[in-house]
C-alpha cells in the first residue's frame, strides 16, 4: 500500500508523523527560499492586486530545478485534503481538474490533530507515479499560486517521496523542504543550491552538513 510506504519512509527520515513546518522535526533537511526578490503582486489599473507572473515564473524555476536534482525521480505523491471544509469527492475533483492526474491509486481517511489540539478529519490521496505519466511543472506552479490567487488547498498539503529516502515538501511560494536519510545523500543539493538556502536557517543547516550539528 502506498500509504504504508510512505510512513516507512517517514520512519526512515526519523520522523514518528507529518509535522509541520517538516524543516523543524526532521535530522537532516535543507531549506530553500523560493520565491524570489520581484514584487509578489502587481496592482492593475482597477486596483485589484494579480500575481506577479515573472515572481510566480522565477518561483516555479527555482522549485522545478531542486526537482530535477533530486537523489532519484519521485515514486509516490500524497495530497492532502480537509472534508469538513468540503467534500472529499469535491477536493479530489477540484485536484484533477487543476493538475489533470487521474483518479489516485489509494484513498486513506484519518483523524489528525490540529495546531490547537484539536481533532480534524483528513482524506489522504496517493499516486504511484512509477505508473502514470507525471510532470511536475504545473503541480508546483499549483503550490507557488496557492497563497497569491489560486487555491489554498495546495498549500502545505502536497508531498512527494522517494528512494533514499527523501521527501520533497514545496509548501508555498516562498519556501521548499527537502529531508532526506543521510547527509550524504542530500549534500549534492547544498552544495549545488547553497546560495537558495533560506538565510534564517542557514547556520542551522550548515553545521548539520558540516558534521558539527
Given at each position: ?21 517538516l ?21 492593475e ?6 500575481p506577479n ?10 522549485a ?21 471544509e468540503?467534500?472529499?469527492e ?5 485536484i484533477?481538474?487543476r493538475?489533470?492526474?487521474?483518479v ?9 490533530m490540529?495546531e490547537d489540539?484539536?481533532?480534524?478529519s483528513?482524506?489522504q ?7 502514470i ?7 508546483l ?8 490567487g489560486?487555491?489554498?488547498g495546495?498549500?502545505?498539503s ?18 521548499l523542504?527537502?529531508?532526506g536519510?543521510?547527509?550524504e545523500?542530500l ?15 542557514r547556520?542551522r ?9
Amino acid at each position: 500500500m502506498l500509504a504504508d510506504r510512505f510512513e516507512i519512509i517517514l520512519y526512515q527520515l526519523g520522523m514518528e508523523r507529518l509535522e509541520h513546518p517538516l524543516f523543524y522535526h526532521a535530522s537532516v533537511a535543507i531549506r530553500f527560499k523560493i520565491g524570489g526578490d520581484e514584487p509578489v503582486y502587481l496592482d492593475e489599473s482597477t486596483g485589484k492586486l494579480t500575481p506577479n507572473p515573472t515572481y510566480v515564473q522565477s518561483a516555479l524555476e527555482r522549485a522545478v530545478t531542486i526537482y530535477r536534482s533530486l537523489p532519484a525521480p519521485p515514486d509516490t505523491l500524497r495530497i492532502d485534503g480537509y472534508p469538513d471544509e468540503e467534500s472529499a469527492e469535491s477536493l479530489l475533483t477540484t485536484i484533477q481538474q487543476r493538475i489533470g492526474l487521474p483518479v489516485p491509486h489509494e484513498r486513506i481517511m484519518a483523524v489528525v490533530m490540529d495546531e490547537d489540539g484539536d481533532a480534524r478529519s483528513q482524506v489522504q490521496f496517493y499516486w504511484d507515479l512509477s505508473k502514470i505519466s507525471f510532470q511536475p511543472e504545473q503541480l508546483l506552479r499549483e503550490i507557488i499560486l496557492g497563497d497569491i490567487g489560486g487555491w489554498n488547498g495546495f498549500v502545505s498539503s502536497v508531498y512527494l517521496t522517494g528512494p533514499g529516502p527523501f521527501l520533497y515538501h514545496l509548501y508555498d511560494d516562498r519556501g521548499l523542504d527537502v529531508l532526506g536519510g543521510t547527509r550524504e545523500l542530500l549534500f549534492p543539493l547544498y552544495h549545488r543550491f547553497h546560495s537558495w538556502i533560506l538565510d534564517y536557517d542557514r547556520e542551522r543547516i550548515n553545521r548539520v552538513f558540516s558534521g558539527t550539528a
